[in-house]
């Protein structure tokens, strides 16, 4: 089995100037230097034997993952996924910074409090896709990383392994999901209209000094079947900074786009709120109007009207 330490070789992105050519296969003398969108070419004749990259053409010693021999290069895995262990440590660290919100300073609305399902719905789900969307165009420009008209290597991010496309998203989310708490807890104002209490403080900034160490150092291999590896390691070591810089970003965006969704939804419900006052202005003028034709005469003026009636009758008598 696949028990090294160390990620197998297959997860190794091709190089951005000289991806082999698909046609030679087997052919490692011979590059070729256009952008290969496979990442990686497989060679069906060769197999790892050690995980310091040796190799052989004998499958009987060959290292095995899923049952099956693990060729020098071979192509990325078909579907994204993190492993369960980053899945728990986000939910971990994530739960500890909630527990810390009962903590947290707040500003008492001078009403009570209502719940509005709807807006709670809009707002969660603004806040919900921002993330998302950010954390699957950072995953789209992990997995071209190889790309020399990519992302990367626009601001000059060299290709980068898969592991560290699996470690990446796993610091974005985290990032993300405490900033995003930020973001949420004033409502309708910018996140740093109401300064959080340090209790919430202190939780939020040990789960990113966590979460971010962890993505940092963490050990080359596998996990779950997966490659990880830690992007403070290999040839290139400024990554963490750059995914800190994009998750800053559109935490702004997303702020933004959350006080937008506030005062439309403000706009709107004013809206609302003057027309149903103008209804039931109306609605109170047509009642009154009603009520004055419906309503019988005085008995003061009645009785009046009876006397001027039988004077005259009075007077032939």
Same mark, same amino acid.
């Given at each position: ?26 052919? &490692? ?29 004998? =499958? ?36 500890? %910074?909630?527990? =810390? #919100? ?7 609305? *001078? ?18 896709? #921002? ?10 420009? =992990? ?7 990519? $992302? ?9 392994? &898969? ?17 995003? $708490?930020?973001?949420?807890? +004033?409502?309708?104002? @910018?996140? @740093? %209209?109401?300064?959080?209490?340090? #209790?919430? *403080? ?9 979460? %971010?160490?962890? =993505? ?9 079947? $997966? ?8 040839? &290139? ?41 103008? #209804? ?5 003028? +047509?009642?009154?109007? &009603? ?27």
């Amino acid at each position: 089995g696949l028990s090294s330490a160390r990620a197998p070789l297959f997860y190794r992105p091709t190089p951005r100037t000289c991806a082999f050519d698909a046609s030679n296969v087997g052919d &490692y003398t011979a590059p070729h230097c256009p952008f290969n969108p496979s990442l990686a070419v497989p060679d069906p004749t060769r197999y790892l034997t050690g995980a310091d990259g040796s190799t052989s053409h004998d =499958a009987a010693g060959c290292l095995r993952f899923r049952l099956a021999c693990v060729t020098p290069e071979a192509p990325w895995p078909d579907f994204f996924s993190l492993p369960v262990l980053m899945l728990m440590l986000i939910t971990l660290l994530n739960d500890g %910074t909630l527990i =810390a #919100v009962g903590y947290d300073a707040v500003r008492p609305s *001078a009403r009570p409090e209502r719940w509005d399902a709807c807006a709670i719905l809009l707002l969660s789900s603004v806040l919900a896709a #921002v993330a998302c969307a950010s954390s699957l165009l950072l995953l789209w420009a =992990a997995l071209d990383s190889n790309n020399p008209s990519g $992302l990367f290597a626009g601001i000059g991010i060299p290709p980068i392994e &898969y592991g560290k496309v699996v470690t990446s998203i796993f610091l974005k989310v985290a990032v993300s999901d405490f900033l995003t $708490l930020f973001s949420a807890r +004033t409502q309708g104002g @910018w996140f @740093w %209209t109401v300064a959080p209490s340090p #209790v919430l *403080a202190a939780a939020a900034g040990l789960s990113l000094l966590v979460s %971010t160490a962890l =993505a940092c150092a963490w050990p080359e291999g596998v996990v779950d079947g $997966l490659a990880v590896m830690g992007l403070a390691r290999g040839g &290139y070591r400024l990554l963490p900074l750059w995914i800190w810089m994009y998750c800053l970003l559109s935490w702004l965006v997303q702020d933004a786009l959350k006080v937008g969704a506030v005062r439309a939804l403000d706009a709107a419900a004013g809206r609302l709120r003057r027309q149903s006052s103008l #209804v039931e202005q109306v609605e109170a003028e +047509t009642l009154a109007r &009603y009520r004055a034709a419906a309503a019988p005469p005085p008995a003061g003026a009645a009785g009046e009207h009876a006397v001027q009636v039988e004077a005259p009758g009075a007077a032939e008598v």
